[in-house]
């Protein structure tokens, strides 16, 4: 068992220690100005939305916007200390952050999934609606962002590496 959450912690670290860049780099292209960015990473946003027809981040709705503005005031201040405590590991005051963030993100990213499964993409002179295979596809790149929240969950919730209180020396 113990290696097992091991193997967790590291992928732990590796999702929160890449995800300040993509946060940095791609999410907030949703919200910042299009000025503060190299034109090639505009150019790689617009490949990528025209490819797979990504109406969320080509022309995010308020409500999708206000998912970035979270992830850049509340989530990306957490990604370095979550990527130390689990590179570290076995670090016990990561618990209760580690719970709210993925229940947050958990969340967040399940409305995001029901949208591209089943909500309205009008076409518009830049995009196409997607078809259902490309609604899929759009949901296998979001997933991971569901998938790692809820292992950091249930193993915050359920390893004895993070749960077992320690017995205190009484004096």
């Known amino acids: 068992m113990a290696a097992v959450t091991r193997l967790l912690e590291w992928i ?5 220690f890449s995800h300040i860049p993509i946060t940095l780099l791609v999410d907030l292209q949703a919200v910042l100005p299009s000025a503060w960015y190299p034109q090639q990473l505009l150019d790689l946003m617009r490949w990528y939305t025209a490819t797979f027809k990504d109406h969320l981040m080509r022309n995010p709705p ?7 503005y979270c992830e850049a005031i509340v989530q990306l ?10 590179f570290k590991g076995g670090c016990r005051w990561i618990r209760v952050p580690a719970i709210v963030y993925s229940s947050h993100v958990a969340t967040t990213v399940l409305a995001i999934l029901a949208h591209l499964l089943f909500g309205d993409f009008p076409k518009t002179k830049e995009l196409e609606s997607p078809t ?3 609604r899929l596809t759009l ?11 809820l292992l950091i969950l249930v193993t ?15 004096k």
């Open 156 to 170: 915050m919730l359920f390893s004895p590496r993070y749960c077992k209180e320690e017995k205190r020396k009484r």
């Open 12 to 16: 732990f670290f590796f999702y929160f």
């Open 132 to 134: 259902q295979q490309e």
């Open 77 to 86: 201040p957490f990604f370095p200390v979550a990527a130390y405590a689990f």
């Open 139 to 149: 949901v296998a790149i979001y997933a991971p962002y569901l998938v790692i929240p």
């Open 62 to 68: 308020p409500w999708f916007m206000s998912f970035v």
